[in-house]
């Protein structure tokens, strides 16, 4: 029962949060027609690549990858980069801690990680739908690889960790401000290094073989290559059960650990009198 009315709760800061993002609608359509922008300028930047890749070497593949396929990747990546939690949740988890707006969440009924999960959630799924509807128009129009429906279906549940992971990251990296204070610079390295070590900027497949072993073993990977190279098709069956087993044991270590790191800033905060 408790745990019900608690998710009631989550649920009304969700419908409160998205009510709050519709306010803004000239932001809103604002976003709307980024992507589609974003899309035709990656098209034509790569274009020019995959032309003279082809003049020099006769060779179309990079990487792995076509031009059609790295379009398709790069365009969800950047769809990714917008829906991952970004550095206003981590700005105002350090406000919270630092200028003392805490102390309420900390006698509501509900558990502060949950609440800024759902706060947030909203908006991560608005930038998911603009993308959704965006990367139909470039089948259309440009020629992109339609995913099968098996392969979005995998995608779902591998976005949601990837969406899971950057969050936690996030949220525990913002509670050190428990101890030292905002660390904007300590924020923006981390961001820098999730979106290379993830393939946020180009396939890991890019990289040589010994920075792909090393990074095959990081936690970055499901954060932007993983779930978009399994909505493209590129993984067999076999290879995604330790795929998702891998994701699973990621989110567990990080969850475990942003805990550990809540419970003890939080009996900080509450010794120290908010």
């Known amino acids: 029962m408790r745990q019900r009315a608690r998710f009631r709760t989550y649920w009304a800061v969700t419908s409160i949060s998205f009510r709050n993002i519709r306010e803004y609608t000239v932001n809103f359509l604002t976003h709307f027609v980024y992507f589609p922008a974003e899309l035709v300028a990656l098209f034509f930047m790569y274009s020019i690549v995959y032309w003279q890749s082809?003049?020099?070497?006769?060779?179309?593949?990079?990487?792995?990858?076509?031009?059609?396929?790295?379009?398709?990747?790069?365009?969800?990546?950047?769809?990714?980069?917008?829906?991952?939690?970004?550095?206003?949740?981590?700005?105002?988890?350090?406000?919270?801690?630092?200028?003392?707006?805490?102390?309420?969440?900390?006698?509501?009924?509900?558990?502060?990680?949950g609440h800024t999960f759902f706060v947030d959630l909203p908006r991560a799924l608005l930038f998911l739908s603009f993308g959704a509807v965006t990367y139909v128009g470039g089948v259309f129009l440009l020629g992109l690889p339609i995913p099968l429906l098996v392969n979005v279906g995998l995608f779902l549940p591998l976005m949601l960790a990837s969406?899971?992971?950057?969050?936690?990251?996030?949220?525990t990296l913002a509670l050190a401000t428990f101890w030292v204070g905002r660390q904007w610079w300590l924020r923006q390295l981390v961001a820098l290094a999730?979106?290379?070590?993830?393939?946020?900027?180009?396939?890991?497949?890019?990289?040589?073989?010994?920075?792909?072993?090393?990074?095959?073993?990081?936690?970055?990977?499901?954060?932007?290559?993983?779930?978009?190279?399994?909505?493209?098709?590129?993984?067999?069956?076999?290879?995604?059960?330790?795929?998702?087993l891998l994701s699973t044991v990621w989110l567990v270590i990080l969850w475990g650990f942003s805990r550990i790191v809540w419970r003890r800033g939080r009996n900080r905060y509450e010794g120290a009198g908010g």
């Open 194 to 244: 999730t979106l290379i070590a993830g393939g946020g900027l180009i396939p890991l497949t890019f990289f040589p073989p010994v920075a792909q072993t090393i990074l095959s073993l990081l936690p970055f990977q499901y954060c932007y290559f993983i779930p978009v190279v399994v909505l493209q098709g590129f993984y067999e069956a076999s290879q995604l059960i330790p795929i998702f």
């Open 54 to 113: 082809w003049l020099l070497s006769s060779s179309v593949v990079i990487g792995g990858f076509t031009l059609f396929q790295l379009i398709s990747y790069l365009f969800v990546s950047v769809m990714l980069q917008k829906v991952l939690p970004q550095h206003a949740m981590s700005r105002q988890i350090e406000r919270d801690i630092d200028d003392g707006p805490l102390v309420t969440y900390l006698g509501k009924p509900v558990d502060y990680m």
């Open 163 to 171: 969406y899971s992971i950057t969050f936690l990251m996030y949220f």
